[in-house]
């Protein structure tokens, strides 16, 4: 599926030459990934050399996103730059005219995620994230061309069939790749934990309900905000197929951050038990566990085909 | 971070907003001091990070010294909603003409700011949206927008401070939103804002912020050495300070089940495992803490997770639950290792590992042949084995 980004597009990582950004890097490419460059002003000209199955590839460094853009073609950048760099990296990108972003940094203050989610809307630009896993899309094993993996989303877990998945966690998109590994999926996009992110639960549940190949949609939510009501006063009007959802964090207390950024219950609002209520009024079911949210998909998937 | 009243206002008074003159105290010597700085009648307001004060008694209107004092006496040991009160503002008393409530907020759902303001101040925000929506202005401010003086005074005719002074109104608006942008905030609350002064005497009326509510965003705490004072000595556990200087994410709860796990949902999510294993087998076992060992955590990581969960006495068992992305089981069963061979006073632990490294891990685990170490397939399985060794050994003790 091409989710935000087509199959074959060329990708640049923006903070490739440190540590996070060349773990990942050399992932990506042995995913199948397009990657055609780095982002870093003080070894743009250079070279970095990634093992992908066995033979060497070299990967050019550029000194800004606007040079990498123009020497390459890049549709996408993936960004592994730390927080304090974080704004300007996806600005930078976003005046480069790079079509999609998706921001790998955790510890982001809010305002810059403010800024630059409120700019990239403004020049049509998708940002996921910040503070997400990325995103993978599946192909057919005999497609021309393989998925796309961007970020850090392990690539083995599953391969391609009809689920969608849409998260606000990184290890529980793992999870439920791994309960539903039997069946595959067409995408598995992480939206993030902090408070503001570029593409919505929304956005990607909408993403999913128009493509052809995506039979059931699961979605992983959590406390904080109310990302879930949307999609669930969305999904009773307007969803042309079956949804299935787990939220966690049922037991947080009221005003504790619960590790992520914008997973904190507060004055009340932003419960686990409110967004379970909201979903399973508009008859979404709701698992107690990973578990039974993928026994759920399993019925529902059943029940389409 | 939350910030106590005093350390809110001292926010606004920096940018110019009018409050109270005041002083913060500790002890009712202190209090006795400030009410003579600050003269009589004045009020004493329980320092404590949580709403709903008011009505649990930790506001005090007092006349004299003696009852200034024995406010004092009677507020500091207070436990208002679970929170330790850490001091009194001893704060001058105003004539309040009206009350007025605006905040500055981050919006996480159209993705801005949004300024939500009342004439009818005072009271809880919600409640007065639900039962008078109309009376409730919700305004937004465009992160790429330069909200100045203009654009305030706009805000400030559209929310219709009648009774007041307008172009006041909009010079707070403006130093609120300053307040919050310079200091990276996430919440900006003034309630009530006040018209004060005397009824007889329009000269003598003006705005002036009784009570403030302050949050700052935590991830920009690198760019705020001046927040180092705003530390908070009453608000963290002790475990929970230690766990931060660590960089782990541990948040102390009060059951006997220490929980940890890679990734903020999936400890979550093991928390609600475990606490509905508990009900399923009809017990009142909850989880004691959540543990985010993050992303590519190495032994010595895990080995500090633990030591940190054990430090918990009710601990009775530890459940372990790692879905391997860039974190290797290995690493992190090498981890449980070396804190077996460590921690003095360890208890039983329960593991599952899927994902990165899971049967090399296990496979460790297995190895050394410990009684303490329990393995399980799924983690709904090993919150239900968490569960059952909790009881056990709450049982035998």
Known sequence: MALFIEQGAPVIVQGMTGHQGMTHTARMLTAGTRIVGGVNPRKAGTTVAFDVQGSSVEIPVFGTCKEAKEATGAKASVVFVPPRFAKDAVVEAIEASIELIVVITEGIPVADSAYMVA???????????PNCPGLVTFEPSDAPLPGVNLGIIPQDIVSYGPLGLVSKSGTLTYQLMGELSDIGFTAALGAGGDPIVGTTLLEAVQAFDADPNTKVVVMIGEIGGSAEQEVAAWASEHMTKPLVAYIAGFTAPEGKQMGHAGAIVSGGKGTAQEKKQALEAVHIAVGETPGQTAQ??????SQVQ | MDLYEHEAKQ????????????IYAQNSHDVALAVEEIGLPCVIKAQVKIGHRGQAGGVKLVHTRDEAILASEQLLPMTIHGHKVSGVLVAEAKNILHEYYISIAIDRNSRDFDVLATANGGTEVEEIAKEHPEAVKRLHISPLEDFNIDAARAMAQQIGFYHA?????????????????????????????????????????????????????????YRHDGWQQFVDPYAANELETRAKQLGLHYVKLAGEVGIIGNGAGLVMSSLDAVAGAAKQQGSDIKPANFLDIGGGASAQVMKQSMEIVLSDPKVRVVFINVYGGITSCKEVATGILQSLDEITAIRPIVVRFDGNAAAEGLSILQSANNPQINVAQTMEEAAQCAVRIALESGERA
């Open chain 2, 11 to 22: 926010l606004l008074d920096e940018a110019g907003i009018p409050t109270p003159r005041a």
């Open chain 2, 165 to 221: 002074d307008e172009e006041q109104a909009a010079q707070i608006l403006l130093k609120m939103w300053q307040v919050f942008k310079d200091n990276d905030a996430t919440l900006v609350e003034i309630n009530p804002l006040a018209k004060i002064g005397d009824p007889d005497d329009d000269a003598s009326k003006s705005l002036c912020a009784l009570d403030a509510k302050i949050t700052l965003d935590d991830n920009a705490a």
């Open chain 1, 296 to 301: 759920y998909a399993r019925e529902a998937l």
């Open chain 1, 119 to 129: 700019l990239a809307r403004q020049h049509g630009v998708q940002i996921v994230g």
